[in-house]
């Protein structure tokens, strides 16, 4: 063609302006150039007619899709692997979860809680860190579950850190003050659970038997910080210090037998005798109690014959009680009535026969050097106990 038009001899001559620039070139090169332009697109033309690219998107969308299945298929078997207590397979099925873009914080947060499970320290905690990092705004859930972790693994002071810091920037929040209430029982920390009790309360966040089984709690924590303000010997200021107290309590608490025994205890131990006797009489006037009817007998308030009338008068009232008869034995063994003692605790095992009784009869029948009745006695008390620790019916 280039013999044909000549353009060996006269290639030709072009010259383009535009504005301030210039482009020229030979006629011949512009026609060599126009038809590489040419064929590149034709060649771009069918290589994309071959190709198929609106297929070739559904494929890479269908590729996707199928990743995300396949992604939702491993968070649901790990979950049910949580749920059946799998805690090593369902880490392996969230890890996976986890690598995608997919994941979400309840993947992290699950991930977190099944390596906490298996004992992982390090790795639970660094995917709590990894969900906070990509997930900001769910801070206060995630550093809530690692003080629970915290909490469960007994590293209170690490816990009691987030605790704080949780409670600084929300002090309201329903799950922080159960978790502060778990942290305060575990740590014993009773006049700070007796302030957040409160709180409890007033936002319904817990059940009344729970509440009053708890002030209990802090009560009894706070006889026994009384009953400790002791110096050298001061045992008065104590006492009056215990007592005061005790008059500052609800008249609710004060009719729980739990509690009153454990103000009488430290009225005895700060040598109030006296004053530990009336509390307990004067509860059992009011209302009568097993309990402290036991404790009424095991304890040596130091007025041994006023206690064995009180008692006997109580048998008046009272009709076969066999705790009221033990009790009524150990009395008199304090009063050197060991005859009377004897009857009592007969008495006690025919009304109810139990492991206390047999035991301290058969000493008691040792004493007055009754040897066969003290071994009968010792083998009765070895047969109870035996059947109590099998969880047998006592065979007679």
């Known amino acids: 063609m280039t013999l044909f038009l000549g353009f060996y001899e006269d290639p030709g001559y072009i010259l383009i302006a535009l504005g301030s620039y210039t482009f020229e070139t030979s006629l011949f090169a512009l026609l060599i150039s126009l038809v590489v332009v040419y ?217 729980d037998e739990e509690l009153i025994i454990v103000y009488a205890s430290n009225l005895i131990r700060l040598g109030a005798n006296r004053d530990a006797l009336k509390v307990i009489e004067k509860a059992l006037a009011n209302k009568w109690n097993d309990q402290l009817v036991c404790f009424y007998g095991e304890k040596d308030f130091k007025e041994n014959s006023h206690q064995l009338a009180t008692a006997e008068r109580w048998l008046k009232t009272v009709k076969d009680s066999s705790v009221l008869f033990l009790a009524l034995a150990r009395i008199s063994l304090r009063n050197e009535l060991m005859e009377k003692a004897k009857n009592y605790y007969e008495l006690s095992i025919t009304s109810s026969p139990s492991a206390e009784a047999y035991l301290e009869l058969s000493l008691l029948s040792a004493r007055l050097g009754e040897d066969r009745a003290c071994l009968e006695k010792l083998k009765l008390y070895f047969k109870i106990v035996a059947a109590g620790k099998l969880d047998l019916p006592l065979v007679s």
């Open 39 to 255: 064929l590149v697109f034709r060649i771009l033309k069918l290589t994309v007619n071959w190709i198929d690219l609106p297929r070739f998107f559904r494929l890479k969308e269908l590729y996707k899709r199928k990743l995300k299945d396949r992604a939702k298929t491993a968070a649901t078997e790990g979950y049910i692997q949580l749920y059946l207590g799998n805690w090593t397979a369902g880490q392996k099925l969230l890890k996976k979860i986890l690598r995608t873009k997919d994941a979400s914080i309840v993947d992290y947060l699950a991930a977190s809680y099944a390596t906490f499970k298996i004992d992982e320290l390090k790795e639970w905690s660094r995917y709590l860190d990894e969900a906070k990092q990509k997930f900001p705004t769910y801070k206060s859930t995630i550093e809530l579950m690692r003080a629970q972790f915290l909490l469960d693994a007994e590293q209170f002071d690490e816990a009691k850190v987030t605790l704080e810091s949780l409670r600084q920037s929300t002090p309201q929040d329903s799950r922080l003050m159960l978790t502060l209430k778990d942290y305060y029982l575990k740590t014993g920390e009773w006049e700070s659970l007796k302030a957040l009790l409160l709180q409890l309360e007033k936002k319904g966040l817990i059940e009344p038997e729970e509440l009053h089984e708890l002030t209990l709690k802090c009560v009894q924590s706070e006889i026994k910080a009384h009953s400790e303000k002791v110096g050298s010997g001061e045992h008065k200021e104590a006492v009056e210090s215990l007592t005061g107290f005790w008059r500052k309590v609800p008249n609710r608490l004060r009719t």
